[in-house]
């Protein structure tokens, strides 16, 4: 049987929080952490490798290098610094590119032959950036997206409502950040529509948005939500489950949108995104879709023209 290798680049703590959740999981056989700072990735594989000793299977987690990449069938970017309070994930951009550009440099050499999921922030215009400097197919790099604001949205709307998010169906799209959008007319909450419980759609977006400011503010970081939030995909990967999970990947037409990577709605299996689905919005949920996506569209370009191996 082909071994199930997952390779994380970035041993923080959202690289370290993906590498914890897929050891409970017991999803992968053998889960690589790689880190520029040296030391830093066998440290966090040794710590997430102790916690195996309590789980009911067997993973073995280890730090490792960037030639790691050539036989794993998913690699997680999860490079970057934290932001800062008060500080939104745009202004992340112009360190991000710069790591970006080493992180494609160290990868050069290398073949990559499996799929890649991005974290890095300013999540959008980082997973466009990584699949141009890889010179991938769209299908297999791909970002978190709003894969995260969809788990605040679930958190929200059972809070407010006292259903539990178990039974909450519905996501976020867009970009992740401060342009994201919610499609409302496709939320359920039990079987219910989200209007019929009464709530303000603008408290609730605002709510989903900030969720992320409320965290930074009292650790500092996130690091629990995007690392389950990736730990999903990747297990859909793993899986082959064919799961619809939000997910930051180019359009090619869906939604009237080409040339954009951004959140939306995907079947992700063993390929990756397996296909896009295209929900039916209403006009105000797609001109809200449209405006974010120029957001993202005009960071993509910013970025194009300030690292040196976006564009391959």
Not at 19 to 27: F, I, K, Q, R, S
Not at 34 to 54: F, H, M, R, T
Not at 192 to 209: H, K, M, W
Not at 253 to 268: A, D, E, H, K, L
């Amino acid at each position: 049987m082909q071994k199930r290798k997952v390779t994380i680049i970035g041993a923080g703590h959202v690289g370290s929080h993906v590498a914890l959740a897929l050891v409970y999981e017991g999803v992968a056989d053998e889960i690589v952490l790689v880190d520029k700072v040296e030391g830093k990735a066998e440290a966090q594989a040794l710590d997430a490798y102790d916690a195996v000793s309590y789980m009911n299977h067997e993973v073995v987690v280890r730090g490792g290098d960037y030639s790691d990449v050539e036989d794993s069938q998913v690699v997680v970017c999860a490079i970057g610094m934290a932001r800062k309070p008060g500080q939104d994930r745009v202004a992340m951009l112009d360190d991000s590119i710069v790591m970006c550009d080493e992180l494609l440099d160290s990868l050069a050499p290398y073949k990559f032959p499996g799929i890649l999921i991005s974290i890095t922030n300013p999540c959008d215009v980082i997973a466009d950036y990584l699949r141009r400097g890889l010179g991938l197919p769209a299908t297999r790099a791909f970002g978190t997206g709003t894969s995260l604001d969809t788990a605040r949205l679930r958190r929200v709307i059972s809070q407010m409502t006292g259903v539990s998010r178990t039974s909450v169906q519905g996501f976020v799209m867009g970009e992740h950040g401060e342009s994201s959008m919610i499609p409302y007319s496709l939320i359920r909450v039990g079987g219910r529509g989200f209007d019929d419980f009464g709530l303000s759609r603008d408290e609730v977006l605002e709510q989903v948005r900030r969720g992320g400011w409320t965290v930074i503010l009292g650790k500092l970081c996130t690091e629990f939500g995007i690392g389950r939030a990736a730990a999903e995909l990747v297990e859909a990967v793993l899986r082959d489950e064919k799961k619809v999970l939000p997910a930051s990947v180019l359009l090619d037409g869906q939604f009237g949108q080409t040339g954009v990577q951004i959140g939306v709605p995907c079947v992700i299996g063993e390929k990756g995104v397996e296909q896009i689905v295209e929900v039916k919005l209403t006009d105000d949920e797609m001109a809200a879709f449209t405006h974010s996506c120029d957001v993202v569209r005009g960071n993509v370009q910013r970025a194009l023209s300030q690292g040196q191996r976006g564009v391959r």
